[in-house]
Each structure stands twice: as structure tokens, then as C-alpha cells.
């Protein structure tokens, strides 16, 4: 019997939890369409280590290829109470194994025990420099900074690959240069842009287009660029700048645990991708087929 794959390319997304810690949603966030914090709910450890299990004997992707990138995303994945025990479950099964946080439950004793725990990358959003633009654009407390800087820099200096992103909006699309400064004044080589709706969720007839993105940044017909697919990446003083457009579609696979057992997310046209409801063993068969090993 022929198998079919579980990804859809060497990228995973590990949903660890739906909640997060920013009190209000941040303008751009796709949590609407998740369970929220009104009863949030937690990978199980028990799940994480089946899920890495089935990962280990069905990791190829439709291009033959193992997993070369595992994220662990939420909501804010740092704020499952046992993170650093569900990072240790994945421990090796990707050649770069990060998390997507906004920072704010980290210090540099946190950072330390995810990295021992099998963390080699970090990535921070960070949407805006501006107190004043805080509430326009992600809801972040701005006591926060302060702190969130160190975590960066922190991470950056025990790991040398801190990664920075940011979503674009037309309210902050002005502070791409010095979002960009930041990076170069503090060694942090790898930043990322994505456009995003300013209008109804998902509306990118709204969004801040590459171009808009590109004139904020101090490139000359000199800078190299490259494209990867449809997005442009930038060699500018040291600093790989990667600008992203709107995101209208799904270009990883996303595991979930539920209530219910695990989620498998299969990408769409959309961001907003198919999902079913069903135990592992369950997922197993619609992969695979009826046969277990």
C-alpha cells in the first residue's frame, strides 16, 4: 500500500496552546478562529511524545525530504506551563528547532533551559518600537520593551541566529527602517516583514505590498536580492531582510493537540486552514491507510 505523506514540506508547526498573554487580540491575530482564552487548553506532554513518535517513523514530505525546520507556535507557546518539557519531547527531530514568541514570558533563565531543553533558534515579533503605536497594532504591554530587548539580545548572544519578524500594517508600516536599525546595531542578521490586512480579517486588498515594504528600507540598485517563491530577500549590511506579501495561503504543516486528540492541519488556499478532529490513531489511518505498524 502506498503511503501518503504527512507533510506537505520540511517545515512543522507544533501548536502548543491557543492562549496567549496579551489581553486583547493583536489586530492581525488569527486566534479568533481558535478556541481563545476563555477555556485554554495545553498540548499534553504524553501527546507531544506520540506526536514525536509518529513523527520519527513518517517524516518524509512529498519531496522525499525529513523535517529540516520545526516551530513551536501558539497563541504565545511559551505560556504552556511544562514548554520546556514538550520542547525536550522534539529534541533533534529538526536540523533548526525554534519558537515564534512575543517575548514577554521570557528571561534569561527561561532562555537558558529552552535551549538545554533543545531550542536553536528563537523568533520575535516585534511589530512596533512606538509606545504610542502599541495599542494600534499588537496590544503589547510597553513595560515590556525593556525586558523583551534583553531576551533578544540574550538569546541572540548565546545562540548567534535571533531571529526577528514583524507584521506590516498600514499603522506601522513607517517603522520598517528603524525596526531595521535595531537589527544592525545589535547583530541581529535575520528580520522578516509580512504584510498583513489593515481592513477586515484576511482582507489583503488593504495590505502594505512588497514594494511598500522595500521603499521604508535603505536599498539601491546595488543591494543583492534574491526571490524565494513570492517572497524577496535582501542582503542589506549584513542583515538578511526577507519581505513577505499578504499571507493568503498555508506553506507548512501545523500539528495540534485537542480536547478531542490530535489535530493534523492540511494547507488550503486560505490562512485559515482544513483541519479534522481525530485521535492519533485516527490520523494515522488517514495517512497511511488502515494498516498499523
Same mark, same amino acid.
Given at each position: 500500500?502506498?503511503?501518503?505523506?504527512?507533510?506537505?514540506?520540511?517545515?512543522?508547526?507544533?501548536?502548543?496552546?491557543?492562549?496567549?498573554?496579551?489581553?486583547?487580540?493583536?489586530?492581525?491575530?488569527?486566534?479568533?478562529?481558535?478556541?481563545?482564552?476563555?477555556?485554554?487548553?495545553?498540548?499534553?506532554?504524553?501527546?507531544?511524545?506520540?506526536?514525536?513518535?509518529?513523527?520519527?517513523?513518517?517524516?518524509?514530505?512529498?519531496?522525499?525530504?525529513?523535517?529540516?525546520?520545526?516551530?513551536?507556535?501558539?497563541?504565545?507557546?511559551?505560556?504552556?506551563?511544562?514548554?520546556?518539557?514538550?520542547?525536550?519531547?522534539?529534541?533533534?527531530?529538526?536540523?533548526?528547532?525554534?519558537?515564534?514568541?512575543?517575548?514577554?514570558?521570557?528571561?534569561?533563565?527561561?532562555?537558558?533551559?529552552?535551549?538545554?531543553?533543545?531550542?536553536?533558534?528563537?523568533?520575535?515579533?516585534?511589530?512596533?518600537?512606538?509606545?504610542?503605536?502599541?495599542?494600534?497594532? /499588537?496590544?503589547?504591554?510597553?513595560?515590556?520593551?525593556?525586558?523583551?530587548?534583553?531576551?533578544?539580545?540574550?538569546?541572540?548572544?548565546?545562540?548567534?541566529?535571533t531571529k526577528l519578524?514583524?507584521?506590516?500594517? =498600514?499603522?506601522?508600516?513607517?517603522?520598517?527602517?528603524?525596526?531595521?536599525?535595531?537589527?544592525?546595531?545589535?547583530?541581529?542578521?535575520?528580520?522578516?516583514? /509580512?504584510?498583513?490586512?489593515?481592513?477586515?480579517?484576511? /482582507?489583503?486588498?488593504?495590505?502594505?505590498?512588497?514594494?511598500?515594504?522595500?521603499?521604508?528600507?535603505?536599498?539601491?540598485?546595488?543591494t543583492p536580492k534574491?526571490?524565494?517563491?513570492?517572497?524577496?530577500?535582501?542582503?542589506?549590511?549584513?542583515?538578511?531582510?526577507?519581505?513577505?506579501?499578504?499571507?493568503?495561503?498555508?506553506?507548512?504543516?501545523?500539528?495540534?493537540?485537542?480536547?478531542?486528540?490530535?489535530?493534523?492541519?492540511?494547507? =488550503?488556499?486560505?490562512?485559515?486552514?482544513?483541519?479534522? =478532529?481525530?485521535?492519533?490513531?485516527?490520523?494515522?489511518?488517514?495517512?497511511?491507510?488502515?494498516?498499523?505498524?
Amino acid at each position: 500500500m502506498e503511503k501518503k505523506s504527512l507533510l506537505i514540506n520540511d517545515r512543522v508547526h507544533i501548536l502548543t496552546t491557543p492562549k496567549c498573554n496579551i489581553p486583547k487580540l493583536c489586530k492581525y491575530c488569527y486566534n479568533e478562529r481558535q478556541e481563545l482564552n476563555a477555556d485554554p487548553f495545553f498540548m499534553r506532554e504524553e501527546s507531544a511524545q506520540q506526536i514525536r513518535e509518529f513523527l520519527d517513523k513518517h517524516n518524509v514530505n512529498v519531496s522525499g525530504k525529513n523535517v529540516g525546520s520545526l516551530s513551536f507556535s501558539g497563541g504565545e507557546p511559551t505560556t504552556h506551563p511544562k514548554f520546556t518539557n514538550i520542547v525536550k519531547a522534539f529534541k533533534g527531530l529538526g536540523s533548526n528547532t525554534s519558537v515564534i514568541t512575543n517575548g514577554i514570558p521570557l528571561n534569561r533563565n527561561k532562555i537558558e533551559k529552552l535551549i538545554e531543553a533543545g531550542l536553536t533558534q528563537f523568533q520575535f515579533s516585534v511589530d512596533t518600537l512606538l509606545q504610542e503605536n502599541t495599542k494600534l497594532v /499588537n496590544h503589547r504591554f510597553p513595560q515590556d520593551k525593556k525586558k523583551l530587548f534583553d531576551c533578544i539580545n540574550y538569546s541572540n548572544q548565546l545562540l548567534g541566529n535571533t531571529k526577528l519578524s514583524a507584521v506590516i500594517l =498600514n499603522e506601522n508600516l513607517f517603522e520598517i527602517g528603524e525596526i531595521f536599525n535595531y537589527c544592525r546595531e545589535n547583530g541581529i542578521t535575520d528580520l522578516m516583514f /509580512n504584510a498583513f490586512s489593515t481592513g477586515d480579517w484576511g /482582507n489583503i486588498e488593504q495590505t502594505p505590498t512588497i514594494e511598500d515594504m522595500a521603499r521604508e528600507l535603505p536599498i539601491t540598485d546595488n543591494t543583492p536580492k534574491r526571490q524565494k517563491q513570492d517572497r524577496y530577500v535582501y542582503d542589506i549590511d549584513g542583515v538578511e531582510v526577507t519581505l513577505n506579501p499578504p499571507l493568503d495561503k498555508v506553506t507548512f504543516s501545523q500539528i495540534r493537540d485537542t480536547k478531542n486528540g490530535a489535530q493534523v492541519f492540511a494547507p =488550503n488556499k486560505s490562512w485559515t486552514p482544513i483541519d479534522f =478532529n481525530a485521535s492519533f490513531e485516527e490520523a494515522h489511518k488517514l495517512f497511511n491507510g488502515t494498516e498499523k505498524e
